[in-house]
């Protein structure tokens, strides 16, 4: 019987399966652990003989794999089978030495769509851009062979976690940061070896700051965040100048009032060509790894700053021109990916008489036309970072609190060192609704975490600050010497690193048969994330660093983790059948569930995952809705810290469709109109939930609207 059965192997070749070559493998595997957790030669036989009686003519290699796996668990040897799966993969790589060679030709025809798809900032077809990605592959094939561990290679490879940004792991650089602007401003920079002055007008430190902002961009591989409250002193600046050069000008021939019509004119022409510095040399600056600079413009108006009237001033003209937005080569006006914006609402602008809500009706204009900004209640993030208010850096992951030697809290000048997401469906699947085994396998994939987030952390130990001068040495995060180690700016939580989650929504569902927004599904779903937190909390004590969980708004990642899941579970109703998993705590797409009941839901999940967390909801025709957005944004000020709009506005470039583009069998984004599957040429939106339809906002009577609402 065995000798009929042929095995499918990686390259597709048909071989006679081989019964000892599989024994010699396990043995292989038992020699490495102890002797209780070996299997006895009954054990194997019987597994094999399993393998074979469900094998039928043909059967794929992996599937055997799968198959001895799941015998050795079912019978307890949780340890051999690791072993087991490891020297598969050893073997595995030793078949493939060198596993760049296709990748990287397929990228330079254009045939790479996992890369094409996985940042939609980044176009493959430039030669800058390529360069860059030619250079990560290497990195990732160095990664995955030589620089991790292979369980951490393994477990990156079969979804378990996900090892961000590995194709930069090789270099000694961080992830994303919150820029020191106001020190590199006031004090001074330098950029190319060149001294940069502080400023002494408006419109110089907006040329300065997006400067620095490329140079930032250029080394490192996250995001970044800029505060605009630095910004105001400089708009003064340039009032005083005006002011005086009119005085000396015109002297005693015009009046004090006349004088200051004449500085405000000239004043407002500053404002206006300084905003679209930063926007104009923000989306047409090239960093050196082939993008615009991934930034995002932290827009809070103080009532303890000095200069709010000021930067009210800037952050208006800053909504207006976004709302206008930038013109493309075919001149029409288009929405642009970067400055990512964040509106911070606080007393005197959640639209309740504050003084600034005029400058949050044009937010919510904005928003409804081009998306941004996002939304941050100052409320809320007192209440959960210890009174302070400072943005996410540009991979909307948060800082944890940290004061100097002097008390005071510090958050610019301040960086995550990086990130590794785990996989909560797939527990969940191999869990099988078992609970025991779901904690077990919880707390070692933690552990298969902890150990891969303290390789991040290690390959940053020793490197100098000349690695990165306008980082290390000239102010963006610190001012050390030449050939000084940045050592302790890893340590004692001044810099983050961050574990992320995919999918607490599906793993309720797999677990509890249910959503995790009814009762019992909450109840679970909370304990979920609070035994991460105090795993991430424990981490912490113990190694003195910044371990802060992070709810990964990483889109191609929920596609990643369901693909490989659908390809080794198969298709999982709820779970692996939609082609991608809920991110992080969201509430699943599907469920409805208005916009109020899904912050409130979701803001619980926000303050155990401090790390990092963002809520969207989503809003079909936005600019007709535009009473329905400021109740929300009202709500958001009450009840949830970090909030984003989105709306379902698909689009096939190629036909003209205007629907939902659809994920087809083979986990390819396809048009249902002309079967377009080329990324490049549609607009897909992101999958979020919370629907705002027509139907509950078309009265425009705001009051009876919200009621409604919330009682549906």
């Keep these: 019987m065995t000798g009929m059965i042929k095995v499918q192997k990686r390259d597709g070749r048909m071989v006679d399966y081989d019964r000892e070559k599989i024994i010699r493998a396990i043995q292989k595997a038992n020699a490495e652990v102890e002797l209780s957790e070996q299997a006895s030669e009954d054990m194997i036989h019987s597994i094999l003989d399993f393998v074979e009686d469900h094998a039928g003519d043909v059967i794929n290699v992996e599937t055997i794999q799968d198959m001895i796996e799941s015998g050795l668990v079912n019978k307890n040897k949780y340890t051999l089978s690791k072993k087991y799966i490891i020297y598969r993969y050893q073997r595995e790589l030793l078949r493939k030495a060198n596993t760049t060679d296709e990748s990287i030709l397929k990228l330079i025809k254009n045939e790479n769509k996992e890369l094409a798809e996985e940042n939609s900032n980044k176009n493959t077809i430039l030669a800058s851009t390529q360069r860059d990605y030619i250079a990560g592959e290497v ?33 000694p650089i961080f992830n994303c940061c919150l820029i020191n ?74 009046t004090k009032d006349v004088v200051e019509k004449m500085a405000t004119i000239r004043l407002r022409d500053e404002l206006k060509s300084g905003v679209q510095t930063i926007q104009y040399q923000i989306n047409t600056l090239m960093t050196t790894n082939g993008q615009a600079p991934f930034v995002t413009l932290f827009l809070y108006l103080d009532d303890k700053d000095e200069y709010i009237e000021e930067n009210a001033m800037i952050v208006e003209e800053i909504l207006r021109q976004r709302l206008e937005g930038i013109k493309n ?17 606080d007393e005197n602008n959640c639209l309740k008489g504050g003084r600034y809500d ?48 002097n008390g005071n809290y510090k958050f610019e000048g301040r960086f995550n060192q990086g990130v590794v997401s785990i996989n909560l469906p797939q527990i969940g699947i191999l869990a099988n609704g078992d609970e025991e085994t779901f904690w077990k396998l919880l707390d070692e994939r933690l552990e298969l975490s902890y150990e891969a987030l303290m390789c991040r952390h290690k390959s940053l130990e020793g490197t100098l600050s000349d ?28 810099s983050t690193i961050s574990l992320g989650y995919i999918g607490l929504y599906e793993t309720t569902k797999l677990m509890k048969g249910t959503s995790h927004t009814t009762k019992e599904g909450e109840e679970f779903a909370l304990r979920v994330m609070n035994h991460m937190r105090e795993a991430v909390d424990l981490w912490k004590s113990q190694t003195g660093l910044g371990f802060g969980l992070y709810g990964t708004p990483a889109e191609s990642l929920c596609y ?19 082609g991608y998993y809920t991110n ?3 509430v699943d797409v599907r469920e409805h569930i208005d916009a109020f009941r899904k912050f409130t839901f979701e803001s619980q999940f926000q303050e155990i995952s401090s790390g990092g967390a963002i809520s969207y909801v989503e809003v079909p025709n936005m600019s007709n809705n535009l009473e329905a957005l400021e109740e929300v944004v009202k709500f958001i000020y009450d009840n949830i810290q970090y909030a984003e ?11 003209g469709f205007d629907g939902e583009i659809i994920i087809n069998d083979d986990m390819e984004w396809e048009c249902p109109q002309c079967h377009n599957k080329d990324r490049d040429r549609m607009n897909v939106t992101r999958r979020t939930c919370g629907y705002l339809g027509e139907n509950f906002w078309n009265t425009g009577k705001t009051k009876e609207i919200k009621s409604r609402v919330l009682h549906l």
């Design 560 to 578: 990643r983790f369901a693909k490989i899941d659908r390809e080794r579970f198969g298709v999982i109703p709820d779970v692996t059948d939609k």
């Design 329 to 345: 080569e075919a001149g029409v006006y288009v929405t642009p990916a970067f400055p990512k914006l964040i509106y911070v609402l």
């Design 139 to 171: 990195s990732r094939d160095l990664t995955k062979r030589m620089l991790l561990p292979e369980r951490i290679s393994l477990a990156h490879e079969q979804g378990a976690i996900h090892f961000h940004d590995a194709d930069y792991f090789v270099q």
């Design 584 to 586: 992080s705590y969201h």
């Design 645 to 655: 709009f989105n709306t379902k506005s698909d689009y096939c470039q190629e036909c």
């Design 181 to 254: 602007i106001g020190d590199m401003l006031d004090n001074g920079t330098v950029m190319n070896e060149k001294m940069i002055e502080s400023p002494k007008s408006f419109q110089v430190a907006c040329t300065v700051m997006t400067q620095i902002i490329a140079a930032v961009a250029s080394n490192q591989y996250g995001g970044q965040s800029v505060d605009i409250r630095h910004l105001g002193k400089y708009l003064r600046k340039s009032n005083d100048k005006f002011r005086k050069q009119i005085q000396e000008e015109f002297g005693d021939s015009v």
């Design 358 to 405: 005029y400058i949050t009706k044009l937010a919510v204009k904005c928003s409804s036309k081009r998306m941004y900004p996002d939304y941050i209640s100052a409320k809320k993030m007192r209440e959960n970072y210890e009174g302070n208010v400072f943005s996410c850096m540009g991979c909307r992951s948060f800082l944890s609190t940290w004061k100097d030697e």
């Design 467 to 494: 690695v990165s001068p306008i980082h290390w040495q000239y102010g963006a995060i610190a001012r050390l010497k030449k050939g000084e180690k940045i050592d302790k700016l890893l340590k004692d939580g001044y």
